[in-house]
T-cell receptor, first 112, second 109 residues
Framework: NAGVTQTPKFQVLKTGQSMTLQCAQD?????MYWYRQDPGMGLRLIYY???????DKGEVPNGYNVSRLNKREFSLRLESAAPSQTSVYFC???????????FGSGTRLTVV | AQRVTQPEKLLSVFKGAPVELKCNYS??????LFWYVQYSRQRLQLLLR??SRESIKGFTADLNKGETSFHLKKPFAQEEDSAMYYC???????????FGKGTTLSVSS
């Protein structure tokens, strides 16, 4: 049982490049989330998907887009990367009626 | 507004000393509160949730609605407790978790 799997684990981008962070869960969870983790800022919600086919903005959505491809997968796209998007990105999922989240191992992104 | 405040960025204690990681919150109504732990460069793991009133790895946390606090406590710290600790609450709509900025706990011998 893999839980929540994120790829890639590390990535270096040049300013202006685009990329997609992948997230997949095998627990049949309905809700999925993308957070970014920055020193001194904690975790901030970028986007979430309460169920397949729906997505909503979180606290810091600017510069990002998401796709809930199916119940298992929730991807995060940076269309034109900026140095301010250098961060560790965590995907998480949650089953309906359960309040605790299951987190992935993170993607460490550096934009130069 | 819903908010979680963890006033300490870093808490350093000696092995065997008591530990208290502070968490205060702002919320209208009855919040659902959690503590998550992140060991060095690993994923976040759920440590405690207030509705369970459980003790995990010797840690406990009590919800104090009068003081709007959910402090995490352990009577005797161990070196393996060194990690980043996040307090979090479910937002008003029940759709997402709001995290505090985290407290790094460092336990030395």
């Amino acid at each position: 049982n893999a839980g929540v799997t994120q790829t890639p684990k590390f990535q270096v981008l040049k300013t202006g490049q685009s990329m997609t962070l992948q997230c997949a869960q095998d627990m049949n969870h309905n809700s999925m989330y993308w957070y970014r983790q920055d020193p001194g800022m904690g975790l901030r919600l970028i986007y979430y998907s309460a169920s397949e086919g729906t997505t909503d903005k979180g606290e810091v959505p600017n510069g990002y887009n998401v796709s809930r491809l199916n119940k298992r997968e929730f991807s995060l796209r940076l269309e034109s990367a900026a140095p301010s998007q250098t961060s560790v990105y965590f995907c998480a999922s949650r089953a309906t009626g359960v309040r605790g989240y299951t987190f992935g191992s993170g993607t460490r992104l550096t934009v130069v | 507004a819903q908010r979680v405040t963890q006033p300490e960025k870093l808490l350093s204690v000696f092995k065997g000393a008591p530990v208290e990681l502070k968490c205060n919150y702002s919320y209208s109504g009855s919040p659902e509160l959690f503590w998550y732990v992140q060991y060095s460069r690993q994923r976040l793991q759920l440590l405690l949730r207030h509705i369970s009133r459980e003790s995990i790895k010797g840690f406990t946390a009590d919800l104090n609605k009068g003081e709007t606090s959910f402090h995490l406590k352990k009577p005797f710290a161990q070196e393996e407790d060194s990690a980043m600790y996040y307090c979090a609450l479910t937002n008003q709509a029940g759709t997402a978790l709001i995290f505090g900025k985290g407290t790094t706990l460092s336990v030395s011998s």
